[in-house]
């Protein structure tokens, strides 16, 4: 038995995080399967900026949301394919994982003044010097010394001569 963890009008989420969408009339609707690209993200910001698509996976047709939701929970869901929707689901998925994806209603409130918003998968910039380095790089080679898989030596280090090396043996 899967539990409904949030929900929304009719979007909701189960308690293993998948998403799913009511569609259709009230009188004649069905759930839609739908697919998150981005991870870490809440229900909320997921709704809000519609970082889901279907994935095509349709269930039976129900004669309310309420008996779709009830259905759902209690593991009463017929599943099938529907292949247009899938494609549908892809291009959409292709359209809205851009990085600077904004959802149409977002767009026109900025158009006329409403505060831009930031995505929330984009991470503000340093505000201060920033190491170009992508973090966990390996600080002891350099650019030249990858190929060669040799250690930068320490500028003041003393290095032992190959003599010394070859007799401790």
């Not at 569609?23 to 981005?38: M, T």
């Amino acid at each position: 038995m899967t539990r409904i963890q949030h929900r929304r009008g009719r979007h909701f989420m189960d308690e293993e995080g998948r998403l799913f969408w009511i569609n259709g009339p009230d009188d004649h609707c069905y759930l839609s399967e739908q697919r998150q690209w981005r991870r870490g993200l809440c229900f909320e910001d997921v709704l809000e900026w519609k970082q889901c698509a279907p994935t095509g996976c349709v269930s039976q047709r129900f004669p309310s949301p309420k008996a779709a939701c009830e259905a759902f929970e209690h593991a009463q869901v017929v599943w099938s394919h529907d292949v247009y929707l899938r494609r549908l689901g892809d291009a959409m998925a292709q359209h809205r994982s851009l990085l600077d994806y904004k959802p149409t209603a977002m767009r026109l409130a900025e158009a006329q003044g409403a505060r831009p918003r930031q995505a929330p998968w984009i991470l503000p910039g340093p505000s201060g010097p920033a190491c170009a380095l992508p973090a966990g790089a390996d600080m002891s080679l350099s650019p030249s010394a990858t190929t060669a898989s040799e250690p930068v030596p320490h500028p003041r280090r003393r290095r032992r001569g190959a003599a010394a090396l070859s007799f401790s043996a």
